[in-house]
T-cell receptor
Framework: AQTVTQSQPEMSVQEAETVTLSCTYDTSENNYYLFWYKQPPSRQMILVIRQEAYKQQNATENRFSVNFQKAAKSFSLKISDSQLGDTAMYFCAFMTLGAQKLVFGQGTRLTINP | KAGVTQTPRYLIKTRGQQVTLSCSPISGHRSVSWYQQTPGQGLQFLFEYFSETQRNKGNFPGRFSGRQFSNSRSEMNVSTLELGDSALYLC???????????????FGQGTRLTVV
């Protein structure tokens, strides 16, 4: 079974700083997807970024980028120029290719301070 | 395009009762998944439906069941409610639900179920 571990329950940074959230996972699969989801106080889960395991290039979406280390089974999220609106719970998630089922980490509560 | 719609948003039930939650996916999406979110267990996968068939099931007791209709709308039912069933229930829809590029899951705002 796949597992996802987020070792940082809470993080706090000042606005405009860069912050990195950590995620490790365990799987015997070779092809899979990794995701970072954001859940603000409104409870809506919003996809931040996704990475296909077969792609060596790290995904980027504006201020959000990932550091995907397949051999180490590590998938960290970097948020540059952080904004107050980035305050939320962030979940790392894994999906096996061909199975529409997400396995989530426990989440990291990120607070951006003005 | 309308997002994933879950109804009701909030629900209070008594132990032993049953409850039905509804999820309307994004138009054109055929895969609907359900997740339970609690402070203690985090986000856990319940089941996934595609074209009215359950394709995947999580590790939950048989009191948790679901179905999907021909218009892709899905319902989730919990019978004989227990206090531990209090949670946020999230529904997600996906464009294809098959292997390929469109594996992104779009979530609704959830139904907050409180069992007293």
């Amino acid at each position: 079974a796949q597992t996802v571990t987020q070792s940082q329950p809470e993080m706090s940074v000042q606005e405009a700083e860069t912050v990195t959230l950590s995620c490790t996972y365990d799987t015997s699969e070779n092809n899979y997807y990794l995701f970072w989801y954001k859940q603000p106080p409104s409870r809506q889960m919003i996809l931040v970024i996704r990475q296909e395991a077969y792609k060596q290039q790290n995904a980027t979406e504006n201020r959000f980028s990932v550091n995907f280390q397949k051999a180490a089974k590590s998938f960290s999220l970097k948020i540059s120029d952080s904004q107050l609106g980035d305050t939320a719970m962030y979940f790392c998630a894994f999906m096996t290719l061909g199975a529409q089922k997400l396995v989530f980490g426990q989440g990291t509560r990120l607070t951006i301070n003005p | 395009k309308a997002g994933v719609t879950q109804t009701p948003r909030y629900l209070i039930k008594t132990r032993g009762q049953q409850v039905t939650l509804s999820c309307s996916p994004i138009s054109g999406h055929r895969s609907v998944s359900w997740y339970q979110q609690t402070p203690g267990q985090g986000l856990q996968f319940l089941f996934e439906y595609f074209s009215e068939t359950q394709r995947n099931k999580g590790n939950f007791p048989g009191r948790f069941s679901g179905r999907q209709f021909s218009n892709s709308r899905s319902e989730m039912n919990v019978s004989t409610l227990e206090l531990g069933d209090s949670a946020l229930y999230l529904c997600a829809s996906s464009p294809t639900g098959t292997t390929g590029m469109n594996t992104e899951a779009f979530f609704g705002q959830g139904t907050r179920l409180t069992v007293v």
